[in-house]
């Protein structure tokens, strides 16, 4: 397929394969034309002598100043130069390259005023793979991403940085190298290119790549935790989640009922005397669920912002621009925070599982080894997970229910959407350690059911596992084995899809 710039619809699938070169994208005459039509309203406005916000005025509290059209070139240069004070490392460059793409969409619908030359530029750098260095810390997520979209665009008039590999450049020098001259900003320009919320939006398609697998992985860890400790399935019976039917509960009881389908230990115990298992075993479908129902409400709003028009003012017309609030990150920001709330629970009750399979309990031994005493087992590494997720509770403190007033009062509440993007995906990450080690514990525990055998894909992760990580006979260093585990993860090499088990064998 092709995707059509600020024509077709924009959606997390897309824009990944749009960025990892799976998935052409290109302007279409219908882009071509909306694209110049808005082009001419501005210039139709930049020469009137009626003051227009963004266009023929200066910005923020110098909104009521009047500029001339032979001034307005050193205008727009001069808001990129001001607007470029991001602090701290780098942003990913596959995040920097996601706030390109969506820009262009959003530029392509024909509302920002750009020229077609501008627009065609940044398709250049995405084709040459010529991404810009963004600070990660500096935008407060309202007038836009100011700061970092400062950055990724100050390459177009001869500023700033890209990435070469993993080295940074002069963005003059690369621009040799590829016979591109920078380019001179017209009118309203510079504003379209730094108001907006791209940075926060990259931040969530990123966050939402991650979270996807890692909610199915979550099911499969507490899957083969369950086996480990030889719980019930009663829980998952899907009378019990007809009864509560909301959406993420049902898929996950449905997908815990297929992780244990056929599985010879979970029959083994089937008329034992145990009544109730504890919460982490028990809750997993209204837990788990939850941070599913968190997760879809993030994409539902991910995936509107995607097709929107976050700059301003918005053009209308050859006489009139409406400055509003569009590029306001609160839309984002909130549901980020929420999401960030869920990916933490996820941690959360994992590590309550790791916990209780080095309890000793259920014909378990005690921290996962028989040569207790001498050995300490598998004991420590839930001390990492306890860590992490203490970690993870600290980062949950809502970016968005705060606002620090800015430029002299006229951007007096900001929504801090950029913070809240960022920590929720350093949340991920620590999500990530957190199920390497309950996914090794796992392994550890079925290990002593054997002879008995899981269902077809728990044995396929538990090999997987196994190729990687040996049994733990006795202590031995384990930080190696941690560190598979992640890269594991990382790599998402697990099969978390119990409906393609036989595919994978």
Not at 451 to 475: G, H, M, W
Not at 480 to 488: G, K, Q, R, S, W
Request: hydrophobic share 40%.
């Amino acid at each position: 397929m092709t995707f059509r710039y600020g024509v077709d619809h924009l959606n997390l699938d897309i824009v990944n394969g749009i960025a990892n070169g799976s998935i052409k994208a290109k302007l279409c005459e219908q882009a071509l034309k909306q694209i110049n039509r808005s082009r001419q309203n501005v210039e139709v406005m930049a020469n009137s002598d009626k003051a227009i916000y963004g266009i023929n005025t200066g910005f923020g509290p110098l909104c009521d100043t009047q500029i001339s059209p032979q001034e307005t070139h050193l205008l727009q240069k001069n808001l990129l130069i001001t607007h470029a004070v991001g602090v701290g490392e780098p942003i990913a460059k596959s995040i920097s390259k996601l706030m390109l793409i969506t820009k262009v969409h959003a530029l392509s619908q024909g509302f920002s005023g750009i020229r077609l030359e501008v627009v065609e530029r940044m398709l250049k750098f995405i084709e040459l793979d010529l991404i810009p260095v963004v600070p990660e810390q500096g935008s407060v997520g309202a007038s836009g991403d100011l700061a970092p979209l400062s950055h990724l665009f100050l390459p177009l008039i001869g500023e700033g940085e890209f990435w070469q590999g993993h080295e940074r450049k002069p963005a003059t020098n690369v621009l040799k190298e590829h016979n591109l001259q920078p380019m001179e900003l017209h009118a309203k320009e510079g504003l379209a290119l730094i108001n907006g919320t791209q940075f926060i939006l990259a931040h969530a398609i990123t966050a939402l790549t991650k979270m996807n697998y890692l909610l199915d992985l979550a099911d499969l860890a507490g899957a083969m935790s369950i086996e480990g400790m030889q719980g019930s399935g009663s829980p998952f019976r899907a009378e019990l989640h007809e009864t509560r039917p909301f959406a993420g509960n049902i898929k996950v009881a449905t997908r815990m009922r297929e992780f244990f389908k056929d599985s010879q230990n979970m029959a083994a115990h089937t008329d034992c005397d145990r009544v109730q298992d504890p919460y982490s075993l028990r809750c997993i479908p209204q837990v788990h669920g939850a941070s599913r129902n968190a997760f879809e409400h993030l994409k539902e709003l991910a995936e509107i912002e995607m097709n929107s028009v976050t700059d301003n003012p918005i053009v209308i017309s050859n006489e009139e621009a409406i400055s509003g609030g569009s590029f306001h990150g609160q839309p984002l920001a909130m549901v980020l925070d929420y999401a960030s709330i869920a990916a933490a629970e996820l941690g959360n009750i994992s590590d309550r599982r790791c916990y209780l399979l080095l309890e000793g309990l259920h014909g378990l031994p005690r921290l996962l080894t028989t040569a207790g005493g001498l050995n300490s087992g598998l004991m420590i590494p839930q001390y990492a997970t306890a860590a992490l997720v203490t970690e993870n509770k600290s980062l949950c403190f809502p970016p968005s229910a705060d606002s620090v007033p800015t430029s002299m009062g006229q951007e007096d509440h900001v929504s801090m959407g950029s913070i809240s993007g960022r920590k929720l995906n350093q949340i991920l990450g620590n999500l990530e350690k957190i199920f390497a080690i309950e996914l090794m514990y796992a392994a550890q525990a079925i290990d002593f059911r054997r002879p008995n055998t899981c269902s077809d894909i728990i044995e396929q992760n538990f090999n997987l596992i196994r190729s990687k990580v040996a049994k733990l006979e006795e202590d031995r260093l384990l930080k190696p084995d941690i560190d598979a585990m992640v890269e594991l993860v990382k790599a998402q090499a697990f099969n978390v899809n119990p409906d393609k088990a036989s595919s994978r064998k």
